[in-house]
């Protein structure tokens, strides 16, 4: 698992029907399964050894299994920290690593403010991946308003290195780290023939006009 998270643990105690215990073990090694378990490849069912001579264990829908039971029995709460340090520390980019690098640190007890570019929080999460995979509202507004628990602020249309600068969030705004997951946003491209031309999109600005045509 690129995760390292612990499947066959998690696996037998569901199994046995310890699913809060499954799901606590979930949790410490990823933070967000509710979007991994719909938009994971599964590489630990193409390694699974059941898979020699049957079906492979649905390790996945197993995953979706723990966290969907966990919101309805209600454990799936935020647990903000009971001790503060006074430390401030700047995330750029509220994707998948900045909303997982700003939970850690707020359990942590670190005041955290994150940074975003966009209009919208989630970065691939909400313009790279269509609804049908991962639903925004649903899926991921109900994860960040998690992150948003435990204490993590959040700042929209902020681009760093415009409307501000690394230098100016250390020196002016008093933060003692930043962490940049700015993502990949910005095409790539060849520079071919053509791929200036009208109707010519890079990947992400298609997967952000679909995705917005059909929000």
């Known amino acids: ?20 215990e499954a799901y606590l073990r979930l949790k410490k090694t990823n933070n967000f399964p509710e979007f991994t378990s ?10 699974c050894t059941c898979g020699l001579n049957q079906e492979a264990v649905a390790s996945k829908s197993n ?9 309805e029995m209600g454990y799936a709460k935020a647990n903000p920290p009971k001790v503060r340090t006074g430390k401030k520390v700047a995330v750029i980019g509220s994707g998948p690593s900045g909303l997982t690098c700003a939970g850690d640190l707020a359990k942590l007890g670190y005041d955290v403010t994150v940074f975003e570019a ?7 999460l909400v313009y790279g991946i269509p609804e049908f995979r991962l639903p925004k509202q649903k899926v991921v507004a109900k994860e960040i308003e998690k992150v948003k628990e435990l204490g993590v602020k959040f700042e ?12 100016q969030l250390m020196e002016e705004e008093g933060f003692e780290a930043v962490f940049i997951g700015s993502g990949a946003g910005l095409p790539m491209f060849m520079g071919i023939p053509g791929e200036n031309a009208n109707e010519v999109f890079s990947a992400n600005e298609y997967l952000t006009r679909r995705l917005h045509l059909h929000s």
Do not use: F, Q
């Open 38 to 47: 719909r938009v994971c490849p599964a590489l630990c069912e193409n390694a």
């Open 1 to 20: 698992c690129p995760l390292h998270n612990l499947v066959p643990e998690w696996n037998d105690l569901i199994y046995n029907g310890n699913w809060k």
């Open 118 to 124: 966009l209009h919208e929080l989630g970065g691939v």
């Open 156 to 167: 929209t249309n902020v681009v760093i290195g415009k409307s501000t600068t690394i230098d």
């Open 63 to 71: 995953e979706y299994a723990i966290i969907e039971n966990a919101y």
